[in-house]
């Protein structure tokens, strides 16, 4: 077995050894251990996991934040032009990578907040190499230039979740990462996970569970961040660091984090690496810096809150475990403001974009107005119509949660459109059946919980030639209907909608003998390019005298212009009547009414 790594164990010939150190050779690297057994022990370790020395591909800019000019023969390979902490406040960066380097009790938010604040604006790949000492920053530098032959060395990939992983998911995956293990919620019951973890020898293992900056939790077992031979700096830690008290969970299934023999670690819980001045606990106790100590050369860490799920599970595996810190920032857009996950090691990073998902407006259309008849006053509860409502909504509600619209990118607008146009067309139906059912009570209810909005109000043409006005209702409450009216001196109340419902204008003669077909023609007008169902009925008190009255909704498109015949029979009596044409479009109703002068026998 060849050995990668030499340690020393005092620092000026660890210094002396480095500043001479030749790294276009295949020399061993240098590794400070002063007082560090533990660290002594990992390294030693290591050499039967790594089996090859590898050039790394350079980060273009390398900020030192403690000011350690005897690494210099590290820096000089890790990264092309060097800054200190005061030059970098005032440079300049765009599209570039950086790499953090130093002690970690120099990595603090208040020095770097303003790259971390602004990365995503200024194209900026960030990275870190830190350690809690110079024995473990040199340790950390030295694995940055070894890697595992996979020829020589059996590894593999694995998931640990604390969420329960579907079927069709772990076959996907395991499609896309045959080499992959997966352990999920049932599993991390039923399986001895210190045993798994600590005898596999790791390529990339994914750490995915709740947290904080000293433990990662998978259920009954607890990966842990203290470490034994590191003395406190502070007087606060948690539990386990104060006398006659004893670690939160099972002291027995602890894990520490370095202690897994892994090239790529990916700690996968929220803020289990915080800034150094945003750390709750002493440094004795942190994952990351346990995680450091330990054989792993990239550390996949999050330095606040991150709310990573299934999608960005699903996009780390898809990429093969690679770039994860990017993959996990870049699919959380949209979900969180903040850059939450940093790769400890100077792996290579690319920028990378994923489509975002968004409900169709048709959806939420829906769904505001489906929300807003189920607290109304107007709708009854016990009805066909608002059992359907409140069963759309409950399913509805599920399909808008981020990972079911990343998982139906593609399907799910095409699957809403039927389930909207099916809730649609029902309402319209039931509304021919009953023109009294509870749902057309919708215009009294809202208008007198509603005020005019004067400076909507306009005039304009009715279709009987006379002027008329044009108005909205602004309501009350935000849970209520708007309402858009149509008045006229001689017709009265012409049309009623919902606001963003379609328009319509209907042509009809205004007098017509008795026997004789009513020909009527509607334009509808609709802002939106969702399908409308269409209908019309007459008052309840002829309604035993239409010969064709409508018993299906007719399913159109906005633009389109409909045309029919009112055919009544010989026992209506000559007077004057209205009709009333309405559509049905993401459940918001839109009625016109137009009247007409049946003409009979003159005395």
């Known amino acids: 077995m060849m050995e990668l790594f030499k340690t020393f164990s005092e620092k000026s010939n660890f210094f002396e050894a480095l500043k001479s150190h030749d790294f276009s050779e295949n020399n061993q690297l240098p590794v400070l251990v002063e007082n ?26 390398g900020v030192d934040l403690s000011g350690l000019s005897n690494f210099e023969g590290y820096k000089s390979a890790l990264a092309e032009k060097w800054l200190t902490i005061e030059e970098m406040k005032n440079y300049e960066f ?69 969420k329960k992983i579907n079927l069709k998911r772990k076959e996907k995956w395991l499609e896309q990462s045959p080499n992959l293990v997966i352990f999920d919620k049932p599993e991390l019951h039923k399986m001895d996970i210190q045993k798994i973890l600590l005898s596999t020898n790791w390529d990339s293992l994914l750490l995915y569970g709740h947290g904080k900056e000293d433990n990662l939790n998978l259920e009954e077992y607890t990966v842990c961040g203290r470490n034994i031979e590191v003395s406190r700096k502070v007087t606060f830690s948690p539990q386990c660091g104060y006398c006659n008290q004893g670690c939160f969970k099972d002291e027995h299934k602890l894990i520490p984090a370095c202690d897994i023999i892994a090239q790529n670690l990916t700690l996968g819980s929220c803020n289990n690496a915080p800034f150094s001045d945003l750390a709750l606990y002493d440094e004795k106790y942190s994952l990351l810096l346990n995680a450091i100590d330990g054989v792993a050369k990239t550390i996949n860490v999050a330095v606040t809150a991150q709310n ?68 109304s006053g107007f709708l009854d509860e016990n009805g066909k119509i608002s059992k359907l409502i409140r069963n759309f909504l409950i399913k509805s509600a599920d399909s808008i949660s981020r990972n079911s619209l990343y998982n139906n990118m593609g399907n799910s607008e095409k699957q809403w459109k039927q389930k909207i146009n099916v809730l649609n ?82 042509y009809a003669p205004d007098h017509v003998e008795r026997g004789v077909r009513i020909p009527v023609k509607v334009e509808i007008d609709s802002k939106e390019s969702d399908d409308i169902y269409f209908g019309w009925f007459v008052p309840s008190y002829i309604e035993d005298n239409v010969l064709n009255a409508p018993k299906k909704m007719k399913k159109i498109k906005g633009g389109d212009q409909i045309e029919f015949e009112i055919e009544f029979d010989d026992k209506i009596a000559g007077q004057g009547y209205y009709f009333t044409v309405f559509t049905i479009q993401n459940l918001g109703i839109s009625l016109r009414r137009h009247f007409i002068s049946v003409e009979g026998e003159t005395k």
């Open 36 to 61: 560090r057994e533990n660290l002594k022990k990992v390294i030693e370790d290591s050499n039967g996991f790594y089996t090859n020395f590898s050039t790394p591909k350079k980060v273009i800019y």
């Open 94 to 162: 765009h599209n570039t990578s950086i790499v953090f380097f130093g002690i970690y009790e120099d990595f603090r938010y208040n020095d770097l907040k303003s790259l971390f604040l602004n990365a995503e604006k200024l194209k900026v790949n960030i990275c870190a190499i830190i350690g809690r000492d110079i024995c473990s920053l040199s340790w950390q530098c030295a694995k940055q230039f070894v890697e595992v032959n996979h020829d020589n060395v059996a590894v593999q990939n694995g998931i640990l979740s604390c």
């Open 308 to 375: 990573s799920d299934y999608i960005e599970l699903d996009r780390v595996v898809a990429n093969s475990f690679q770039n994860i810190p990017n993959i996990i920032n870049s699919s959380l857009k949209g979900a969180q403001s903040q850059l939450s996950m940093l790769q400890i090691g100077i792996e290579p990073q690319e920028s990378v974009e994923f489509e975002k998902a968004y409900p169709s407006e048709a959806l939420i259309e829906s769904i505001n107005r489906a929300r807003q008849y189920q607290i």
């Open 425 to 506: 067309e029902f309402i319209g139906e039931e509304i021919l059946k009953d023109q009294f059912n509870s749902i057309m009570s919708f215009d009294d209810y809202e208008t007198s919980r509603s005020y005019i909005d004067e400076n909507s109000v306009e005039v304009v043409k009715c279709e009987c030639g006379n002027d008329a006005l044009h108005f909205k209702f602004k309501p009350f409450s935000m849970y209520d209907f708007s309402i858009e009216m149509l008045f006229c001196y001689r017709c009265g109340d012409k049309a009623i909608k919902m606001e963003k419902t379609p328009d319509m204008r209907v």
